[in-house]
């Protein structure tokens, strides 16, 4: 499979605009604070192997004068995680959150977005986070060092805190654990026991070994 040019980080204003003016169809990602970002980037990513549309990535937190420039320039209320497709330098999409979905892309990438000649891998270089706190804290919890409750919270704090860009597989390999954390929100009790999706360290060494 070919490889597409890594993702383009846009970390102020000037470089919003340069990047724009580069690419007369492009798309703007936002990246956020939560595992959300990890899952709208995974859906993007499917249309990306396909379809080829260079992307600019911003992360909310750390360049906010980039995020404001782009949402002054637009009109586009800001969100996190939020796709902007632009066509000669004006917004013709926006989708945000938990509506970054195959069913809202589809026809956005169909009618604006010319396929590729061959499907190719998007490359993330720098944009994607490491999977490394996930196995450091995966091999605690296999060396007993970690009870079942006390892994259990960590990880899916770690998981809902995530604002990487990652593929649909590390995301899904990700989740396959305990889930969806935002599914959470009253209290760790309201995930059930560790052990409930069966033998929880069978089920991490099969994680770890996937990562």
């Not at 499979?1 to 798309?27: I, Y």
């Not at 007993?144 to 390999?173: C, H, I, T």
């Not at 305990?178 to 069978?202: S, T």
Request: aromatic share 10%.
């Amino acid at each position: 499979m070919r490889m597409t040019p890594v993702l383009v980080p846009l970390t102020t204003p000037d470089e919003v605009e340069t990047f724009l003016a580069e690419n007369p169809l492009s798309g703007v990602f936002k990246a956020g604070t939560c595992h959300k970002t990890m899952q709208g980037f995974g859906v993007l990513e499917t249309f990306l192997k396909d379809h080829d549309l260079p992307i600019g990535f911003i992360r909310v937190v750390d360049w906010r004068p980039a995020s404001n420039h782009v949402a002054a320039r637009t009109g586009i209320t800001h969100q996190s995680p939020q796709l902007i497709v632009f066509r000669d330098g004006e917004p013709v999409f926006d989708v945000d959150n938990w509506d970054i979905t195959p069913e809202a892309l589809e026809p956005v990438f169909a009618t604006l977005v010319p396929a590729r000649g061959e499907a190719a891998a998007v490359v993330a270089g720098s944009a994607a986070g490491s999977v490394e706190p996930y196995k450091a804290l995966m091999r605690a919890f296999l060396d007993g060092q970690l009870p079942d409750w006390a892994f259990q919270d960590q990880y899916v704090n770690m998981f809902r805190d995530d604002a990487s860009l990652r593929s649909k597989r590390e995301f899904e390999l990700l989740s396959n654990l305990f889930g969806d954390p935002d599914a959470y929100h009253g209290g760790l009790h309201q995930l059930g026991a560790p052990q409930e999706r069966g033998n929880l360290k069978e089920r991490v060494q099969e994680l770890l070994s996937a990562l």
